[in-house]
């Protein structure tokens, strides 16, 4: 796949992905183009894969869950904490909505990757694990505790308890 | 209590801040295409300002999501002229720019401070942080020193934070989003325009505090803000290349922790980094300094470069110095709020007193002279020290040639009404001539030379009756 391809194809959905895991523009911008000018340098590698739009978004996610290894992290910690408890309009200020937008931006990193593949991108959880680099079980741990801190009530996933069980 | 489905419609609504398909491409691209990227983070944070109170809540860092529809890559950014650009790695430093009559550089850069004060943190006192007005770019005028008045502008995409000069170009930290971003600046050819360009250098999380440019505009220096508890102390250091943005990162050692990186000059010999010293941080202490980095040597320890003179001495105290690009000589302005920490006004030259005044030092060591002293106005009262001069905004490769902001105040006396001026003098080689330029100064502003960047202040002038 070229690399004209793979942007005719999936960059649309890819900078969608990158935004949604960034949470604001000028961060998805940033998260975005960062990896996209390494991915077309390597184009010539990336391209051979057998699903480059796969390897595409696991840079992405790296690059995002990198930032919470910075030693700026706290630096990133308290503007989106600045963010999440800036006083927004008055129409906002109660819209059920934003508060829960609010609380995704102070989920760890790692949590809010999960929440994103799972209940954005609609992954199965043994895909997030390989895109996370862990065991599904790992990944079923982190939406847990995820939805726990939104107070979000889980819908038991079909074959859930089978796969823990098979993974024990 | 919420259900799946809420969580599934709030991440959708976030698909609005996707960034633009056809920008993004057309970014990478031309950025990928002109030099090999190099994205990799991995910095430490941040840092203060300097040991006054309104410059150290003045410092900038910068918060806040901006909606800058810009900019990408190792970027592209619209010029004044409407060219659009890019520094591709490896690219030519800027050629350098003339030298006028008076022996000044022909142009300079000035960055007028928003009056709100912003903090490292991003919000400002009282304040809701960076001004919504600055968060998309800001325009900063270039002003020529023939004519004093200014010739062009830049447009930066972003808050701007900090501002350089090599002998040729102009370059500023601009933070859009968390993080902050470095941009070069070149005049056209017919000097009637400029064109803006982000250098291929990481960007930084942390906020950053003072840049400086060596003199062929090749490496650039920044400090960026640490926070420890409530202070914001600046205690890391990076020299990168703005030709393809490898850098060498200095700290200090945790031992040492609580100092902090004020103003930075390069010498001519493009190696030596001259910065100032605070410890405590932010504090004028006989434990702060001027110092001395060999860049190009080994190691990490920012604690390892070579003090010069301290911020007290037998001239008095100073909130810090400037040093010749030959190296050779210090300059500073004794800042004593009621007697300096030596326990008198401050001696140099045989002066008893020397508060406000210009004091030149031999950087090898030697007797201080008084280089410049603002006239006192008539009604003056002898115990006040109404007249003083802000830190050079220029000073010339041997030191002959000081350019110095000084202000004359006299306070309200049963003999006189109040009275304030403001003015800028050039000091070429024992003659002292008046320069008739004050920009469109606030209180507060960054002027950036080749070689120096001057960060004063100007007091607000009470009005004469």
Redesign the interface.
């Given at each position: 796949m070229t690399f004209e391809e793979f942007?005719s194809a999936h960059?649309?959905a890819v900078?969608?992905f990158?935004?949604?895991l960034?949470?604001?523009?000028?961060?998805?911008?940033?998260l975005?183009?960062?990896v996209?000018?390494?991915a077309?340098?390597r184009w010539d590698r990336i391209g051979g894969l057998e699903r480059p739009e796969f390897y595409v978004r696991k840079m992405i996610l790296n690059e995002f869950l990198?930032?919470r290894r910075?030693?700026?992290?706290?630096?990133?910690r308290?503007?989106l904490a600045?963010?999440a408890s800036a006083v927004p309009d008055h129409a906002q200020a109660y819209s059920?909505?934003e508060a829960?937008?609010g609380e995704?931006s102070k989920l760890p990193r790692r949590q809010r990757a999960v929440?994103?593949l799972r209940?954005?991108e609609g992954r199965p959880d043994t895909e997030i694990a390989q895109l996370l680099g862990c065991s599904p079980g790992t990944v079923r741990g982190y939406a847990s505790r995820a939805?726990a801190a939104?107070?979000?009530?889980?819908?038991p996933r079909p074959g859930a308890a089978l796969r823990t069980k098979v993974e024990s | 209590?919420?259900?799946?489905e809420?969580?599934?419609?709030?991440?959708?609504?976030?698909?609005?801040?996707?960034?633009d398909?056809e920008a993004?491409?057309a970014?990478?691209?031309t950025?990928?295409g002109a030099a090999?990227?190099r994205?990799v983070?991995?910095?430490?944070?941040?840092l203060t300002g300097r040991p006054r109170g309104w410059a150290r809540t003045f410092a900038p860092?910068a918060?806040?999501?901006?909606?800058?529809a810009v900019v990408?890559?190792?970027a592209l950014a619209t010029s004044m002229t409407g060219q659009v650009t890019a520094r591709p790695g490896g690219s030519r430093p800027a050629a350098p720019l003339p030298i006028t009559a008076q022996g000044l550089p022909a142009f300079l850069m000035l960055y007028p401070a928003p009056l709100h004060s912003v903090q490292p943190?991003?919000?400002s006192i009282g304040g809701s942080?960076i001004p919504s007005a600055l968060r998309s770019h800001q325009i900063l005028p270039i002003v020529s020193t023939a004519t004093w008045r200014t010739v062009t502008q830049a447009r930066l995409p972003g808050y701007v934070t900090a501002i350089a000069a090599s002998s040729g170009a102009f370059f500023a930290a601009v933070v859009?989003?968390?993080?902050a971003w470095f941009y070069e600046v070149r005049l056209t050819a017919d000097r009637g325009g400029t064109t803006t360009a982000r250098l291929p250098i990481p960007?930084?999380?942390?906020?950053i505090g003072r840049l400086a440019v060596s003199p062929d505009g090749t490496r650039l220096a920044y400090s960026?803000?640490v926070?420890h508890g409530q202070q914001n102390d600046v205690q890391n250091l990076v020299v990168a290349s703005t030709a393809n943005g490898a850098e060498h990162r200095w700290q200090t050692p945790a031992r040492d922790s609580g100092g902090s990186i004020g103003s930075m000059t390069w010498l001519a010999d493009g190696r030596t980094l001259a910065f100032n010293w605070y410890r405590p941080a932010g504090e004028v202490t006989t434990e702060s300094s001027l110092r001395l980095l060999d860049t190009i040597s080994p190691g990490h320890n920012l604690l390892a470069s070579r003090q010069v003179l301290p911020l007290i001495n037998q001239a008095g105290a100073f909130d810090d110095y400037t040093i010749s690009p030959d190296g050779k000589t210090v300059f500073g302005i004794v800042t004593c709020p009621r007697r300096c920490a030596t326990g008198g006004p401050g001696t140099a030259g045989g002066h008893p007193d020397v508060r406000g005044s210009l004091i030149q030092f031999p950087a090898a060591g030697g007797a201080p002279v008084v280089r410049y002293t603002e006239p006192r106005l008539p009604g003056t009262p002898g115990n006040v020290v109404g007249s003083k001069c802000g830190d050079p905004l220029w000073i010339s490769a041997s030191a002959r040639t000081v350019l110095l902001p000084c202000y004359q105040h006299r306070p309200r006396t049963a003999a006189h009404y109040s009275l304030s001026t403001v003015h800028v003098v050039l000091l070429d080689n024992g003659r002292v001539r008046q320069v008739p330029w004050l920009g469109d100064l606030a209180d507060m502003f960054f002027i950036a030379f080749p070689g120096i960047t001057s960060y004063d202040w100007v007091p607000h002038l009470p009005p004469s009756p």
């Open positions: 942007a960059l649309a900078l969608r990158a935004a949604v960034a949470g604001d523009r000028a961060a998805a911008d940033d975005a183009q960062e996209l000018i390494r077309y340098s990198s930032w910075r030693s700026a992290r706290q630096a990133r308290d503007l600045e963010r059920e909505r829960l937008l995704l929440l994103v209940y954005y939805l939104l107070r979000v009530e889980m819908t | 209590m919420r259900d799946e809420d969580l599934r419609a709030a991440l959708r609504t976030l698909e609005r801040h996707a960034p398909a993004t491409l970014a990478v691209r950025t990928a090999p990227a994205l983070w991995h910095r430490g944070a941040a860092l918060a806040a999501a901006s909606v800058v990408t890559g190792v943190n991003g919000a942080g859009r989003g968390p993080r960007a930084d999380m942390a906020p960026t803000y926070r």
